[in-house]
């Protein structure tokens, strides 16, 4: 069983910086692409960026200079980083993970999500 577990969301001032952190854990080959979503109310989820395994990166036209990608490898896990937060940041943040849990078999995860709020 495959688990994704996102951390790092709440309540967030103006101008504060953000990590969001998403852990894969469970029973699987290897992770590939990993990336994250995110969602405001009555819209539909959106890309915000994915990260291949050698690192390359891949924003969102909306999310480039506003978040930072990043993952480790070694650690299952993924990171998105908020240098200045605004209210465009509020909303729920998704990881997902594309990954390889068995010899031919390759699924697409997502994680439960964690609430963003900035707000002073």
């Known amino acids: 069983q495959v688990q994704l577990v996102e951390s790092g969301g709440g309540l967030v001032q103006p101008g504060e910086s953000l990590r969001l952190s998403c852990v894969v854990s469970?029973?699987?080959?290897?992770?590939?692409?990993m990336g994250w979503g995110h969602q405001t109310p009555g819209k539909q989820r959106e890309l915000v960026a994915d990260i291949t395994r050698l690192g390359r990166t891949n924003y969102a036209d909306s999310a480039k200079g506003r978040f930072a990608i990043s993952r480790d490898n070694a650690k299952n896990a993924v990171y998105l980083d908020v240098a200045s937060a605004n209210s465009e940041h509020t909303g729920v943040y998704y990881c997902?993970?594309?990954?390889?849990?068995?010899?031919?078999?390759?699924?697409?995860?997502w994680g439960q999500g964690t609430q963003v709020t900035v707000s002073s």
């Open positions: 469970g029973s699987f080959f290897r992770i590939d692409l």
């Open positions: 997902y993970a594309r990954i390889w849990v068995a010899e031919f078999v390759q699924n697409d995860y």
